[in-house]
């Protein structure tokens, strides 16, 4: 956990009390498409990321912000010590929580698989 109020970073056995330790990130299937339910706000680049991987294995990807926690920002790790940026200081899981969120939907992905080509809706 690291907080930072301004340039003044809050000791992280305080952050651990404030901010959830854990967390859950979900996939549920229903035919083609894909729902993923991620506790946070993800930046634009963070989801569109998400949105490629899935799609790239023929999901049709829906993400759910928000979902069962919350985490505050998730951000590219090049934006999280520009200060100038409201997500910048509102992302508390350190610079690289995006690549983290990433490699989790890749297991959540492969877990799921694709068993067989998926029907397109129109």
């Known amino acids: 956990m690291q907080i930072r109020l301004g340039f003044v970073h809050v000791p ?6 404030l901010l959830p ?21 993800l930046a634009s680049e963070t989801g569109e990321e998400l949105e490629r991987l899935a ?11 928000y979902a069962n926690d919350y985490i505050a920002y998730v951000i590219p790790h090049r934006y999280y010590r520009d200060q100038t940026r409201y997500e910048a200081r509102t992302s508390f899981y350190g610079p690289h929580l995006a690549e983290f969120m990433q490699q989790q939907v890749r297991h959540l992905l492969h877990r799921l698989g694709m068993t067989e080509e998926p029907a397109r809706l129109n």
């Open 12 to 17: 992280s056995w305080l952050g651990n009390r």
């Open 21 to 41: 330790r854990r967390t859950l990130l979900q996939a549920v299937r229903l035919g083609p498409v894909l729902f993923l339910a991620v506790p946070g706000e």
């Open 55 to 65: 799609g790239s294995q023929g999901w049709m990807p829906f993400i759910l912000g």
